[in-house]
């Protein structure tokens, strides 16, 4: 079936080093692609999203660009920080009739030292 | 309120109980969602509802989970003879309608004994 399959983790980065976080999906469709981030002992955030093929989404520092030709959504973000410690899903929801379910990849944790 | 309102926060019961838990999505949200996510796993759909009418249950594990919305406001999930394998933590999100943006609460931790 439709699904995200991301990097697991965990990742342990220092402070101001660089991030990416792979996330690949199956080529069925027309996704929409999302990041969603879980802070220690807050619910899920939506951090970005992309609706189609080549476009980048941006938030907080992060992007990730929707690549068709790989058919990936990697997370990248150029200098972490402590605060973004947390664990990272890729998710997809699909276009047509299902356009409300997201599919959500296994999750990674990102550690950041100071 | 100002966000997705999950209770309770943590609900730790017995093999063969029942368990309710409730959802109060962001006012004037349409579409309400449940999810459930195990250890070391994604989130994974179980029910979304459109107004009072689930739309679709096709997520549902069994016949022992059930999913009301009578108003079109708040939700409850309903499980009969809890099992352990039914320890997870339970999500619940909300957006202004299909396909808009999901907005997450904390979920409840659920723990069957």
């Known amino acids: 079936g439709d699904s995200v399959t991301q990097m697991e983790g965990p990742v342990t980065l220092s402070e101001e080093a660089f991030l990416t976080i792979n996330c690949t999906y199956t080529?069925?469709?027309?996704?929409?692609l999302f990041w969603y981030v879980q802070y220690p002992g807050e619910g899920l955030q939506l951090l970005l999203k992309a609706t189609k093929a080549d476009d980048k989404g941006s938030n907080k520092g992060f992007e990730a660009t929707y690549r068709k030709e790989t058919t990936s959504f990697h997370l990248e973000k150029g200098s972490v920080q402590v605060s973004d410690s947390a664990v990272y899903f890729c998710a997809r929801i699909d276009s047509g009739g299902s356009n409300y379910k997201l599919t959500f990849g296994k999750g990674t944790l990102l550690t950041v030292n100071p | 309120g100002a966000g997705v309102s999950q209770t309770p926060s943590n609900k730790v019961t017995e093999k063969g109980k029942y368990v309710e838990l409730r959802c109060d999505p962001i006012s004037g949200h349409t579409a309400l969602y449940w999810y459930r996510q195990s250890l070391g796993q994604g989130p994974e759909f179980l029910i979304y509802f459109q107004g009072t009418g689930a739309a679709d249950d096709s997520g549902l594990p069994n016949d022992r989970f059930f999913a009301v919305r009578p108003e079109g406001s708040v939700s409850t999930l309903k499980i009969q003879r809890t099992e352990r394998g039914d320890s997870a933590v339970y999500l619940c999100?909300?957006?202004?309608?299909?396909?808009?943006?999901?907005?997450f609460g904390d979920g409840t931790r659920l723990s069957i004994l």
């Open positions: 999100a909300s957006s202004p309608g299909p396909g808009g943006t999901q907005h």
């Open positions: 080529a069925t469709g027309y996704p929409s």
